[in-house]
Each structure stands twice: as structure tokens, then as C-alpha cells.
């Protein structure tokens, strides 16, 4: 190859790489405005005035965007020994979040994550309370699938995910809405509520910074390249 289809060649890659990563500059900062809506969004539904759960009808069009981290509450009555345990992380260490159905009547059976208990904790311990009850929290879309890198199996009972479906249809529960509700801590004891994750990471300008510096970083290379090249190329 000659000394100018080498020039040319490296050229078109210093260009390919200097457009991939400005792309990438571009979409973290997309990333960011999208990501500042949603912190916004979501301070305001956490502060606002609880409402009342969406009913039966209103399940089709319950959404993230439109309905998840809304405080809401329900009434109804806990269903015994439907209890499911699911592996969770939290400040106060390994254990599981404890998702117990609430037949609130004609709204329909919702799950309520009623909160964390720790590992060894024995069942007796966070049994749900007999008769009516009005629970407070933030709405949460199911989670199927699983997490940890691990799936859910439900054949075994063993949970990775808050996956409303799949519980219910380990559980007999029929026909139950697609969200969940995170409890919010009513006192002392188990399981703990109102440990709800409403921080989150922001940190795409850095990212884009980044990635328009490596930019500038292979134009500049390619640059001085070329002009040690022609220094070579002179008598």
C-alpha cells in the first residue's frame, strides 16, 4: 500500500472513531435530560398527597410513565398464608422483601410489598395482621423476570423479583393488578417498610465528557500524526 492509501485509510478509521464516540457523547446527554425528568417526576409524586389505589378498570393503562412512585393507599384485608418471599439487598443487609395480597373488595386483589426482613427471621414474626387495614405507599410496576442474575422459580418458590403475575399464579390468586405497592414503615418490628430506592444515579455529564474528550483525543492523534508524517516526507 502506498504512503498516501495509508494516510487515507487512517484517516477514515480517526473519522469513524471520532463519530462513534461524539454519538455517544450526544446520547449520554439525551440520557441526562431524560434522566432529570424523571428525578423531577418522581420528587413530585413521592411529595404529593396519597391517592387512592387505581382499581380493576384501571389496571390496562397503569404504566411507569404515568403512574409509578404515586403515593397511593387501599383498604381491604390481607389473604393468610399467601405470603411470598423475595431475595432483596438494603441498608440493613442480605434478606427478603415479604409480598402479601390485599383483597381490597371490588378494586380487586393488589400486592403489597410490605417490606425487608432479614434472613433467619422466623414467619410468625411478620405474619400479616388480621381484619381491615389502610395501607399507605408508593406504586411499583411489576418486575418479571428476575434479578441478581438469577430468574425467578417459581416451581422451587424462590423469588428474584417482584414479579406480580408469577406470584400470583404460584399463589392461586387469580386475576391481580399489575403493580405493586411499597409499604411505607408504619412502626416498629417486621418487616420494615419504606426502604423504597428513590435515588438515582446521575452522572451522564460526566460520561459525555468523557467521551467528547477521547473524541478530541484521536482527532488530535490523527493530527499530529500528519504532520510527523510530512516532516518524513520532506528532502
Known sequence: MTRAGRLAGLGLVAAL??????????????????KHALIARVEARVGAAP?????????????????EYR???AIGRYLADRDTRVRATTDLGSGYWVMSPLD?????????????????????????PAGPVRITGLLRISEP??????SNDPAADHWYSRDVAGIAARRGLGRVAPYFIDAARTGEGLPVGG?????????????????????????????????????????
Open 17 to 34: 472513531l471520532v463519530a462513534g464516540l461524539i454519538a455517544l457523547g450526544l446520547w449520554q446527554l439525551e440520557r441526562r435530560v431524560w
Open 51 to 67: 391517592v387512592a389505589a387505581p382499581g380493576s378498570a384501571e389496571w390496562p393503562a397503569v404504566t411507569a410513565a404515568s403512574h
Open 71 to 73: 403515593r397511593i393507599f
Open 104 to 128: 381490597t373488595g371490588a378494586a380487586g386483589i393488589l400486592m403489597v410489598n410490605r417490606g425487608f426482613v432479614p434472613q433467619g427471621a422466623a414467619p410468625a414474626a411478620y405474619a400479616p
Open 145 to 150: 423476570g428476575g434479578g441478581f442474575l438469577r
Open 195 to 235: 426502604l423504597t430506592v428513590i435515588a438515582f444515579a446521575d452522572n451522564h455529564l460526566q460520561y459525555a465528557l468523557t467521551w467528547f474528550a477521547l473524541a478530541a483525543l484521536v482527532a488530535g492523534g490523527y493530527i499530529v500524526l500528519m504532520r510527523e508524517d510530512r516532516k518524513r516526507g520532506r528532502p
